[in-house]
């Protein structure tokens, strides 16, 4: 298995341009989710899933929008890039929303100038 | 301001040399979970706890939750480099969302 993957690992964007965040595993896991790690505030939920077709809003929701097509795939997707979103972006998932065992992707690292 | 405030944000220290990292909270939480950072990966978790006053050890790390559920820390006996890294701790509440800490990053000097 490879587990959760993400791409791009390196990204860099100029104010107000579009992009998608691709994240897959192939754990069959119905909870995923997307965190961003920025220095001395650690992770942030962006956005999660319970299930393929189901969405909803993490803690700083704003300016990300997800989709859940499919049970393999969570795309996080950035509709107008700001400076305030360069960070390190974390997919993460686990087998249902009371499983203890996550698993994190390699992370993609965003910088938006 | 954040849920869970993890101490020292630093610490390095010598091969040999125990330390120990701290995470607090004025929240209860139901579960409590401690990750390893390596730089450029996704963190990797190391235990989960569950019950208040629980000690869990793996190899030279100990874990403990704090009786009433609000705390934890993770102690390492006779650090190694290996152990270098960005430790995380992450409570979980009724609604199964994580709270993480800002982490502590150690460093451990051959």
């Known amino acids: 298995n490879a587990g959760v993957t993400q791409t791009p690992k390196f990204q860099v964007l100029k104010t107000g341009q579009s992009m998608t965040l691709q994240c897959a595993q192939d754990m069959n896991h119905e909870y995923m989710s997307w965190y961003r790690q920025d220095p001395g505030m650690g992770l942030r939920l962006i956005h999660y899933?319970?299930?393929?077709?189901?969405?909803d809003q993490g803690e700083v929701p704003n300016g990300y929008n997800v989709s859940r097509s499919t049970t393999e795939d969570f795309p996080l997707r950035l509709l107008s890039a700001a400076p305030s979103q360069t960070s390190v972006y974390f997919c993460?998932?686990?087998?249902?929303?009371?499983?203890?065992?996550?698993?994190f992707g390699p992370g993609t690292r965003l910088t938006v100038t | 301001t954040q849920l869970l405030e993890q101490s020292p944000q630093f610490l390095s220290i010598q091969e040999g040399e125990n330390l120990t990292v701290y995470c607090n909270s004025s929240s209860v939480f139901s579960s409590l979970q401690w990750y390893r950072q390596e730089p450029g990966e996704g963190p990797v978790l190391l235990v989960t706890?569950?019950?208040?006053?629980e000690v869990k050890k793996l190899k030279r790390l100990t874990f403990q939750f704090g009786d009433a559920r609000k705390d934890s820390s993770l102690h390492i006996t006779a650090a190694q480099p290996g152990d270098t890294g960005l430790y995380l701790c992450?409570?979980?509440?009724?609604?199964?969302?994580?709270?993480f800490g800002a982490g502590t990053t150690v460093t451990v000097r051959a």
């Open positions: 993460a998932s686990r087998a249902e929303s009371g499983s203890p065992e996550q698993y």
């Open positions: 899933s319970v299930g393929a077709g189901i969405t």
């Open positions: 706890v569950v019950t208040g006053g």
């Open positions: 992450a409570g979980r509440s009724n609604d199964y969302k994580l709270s």
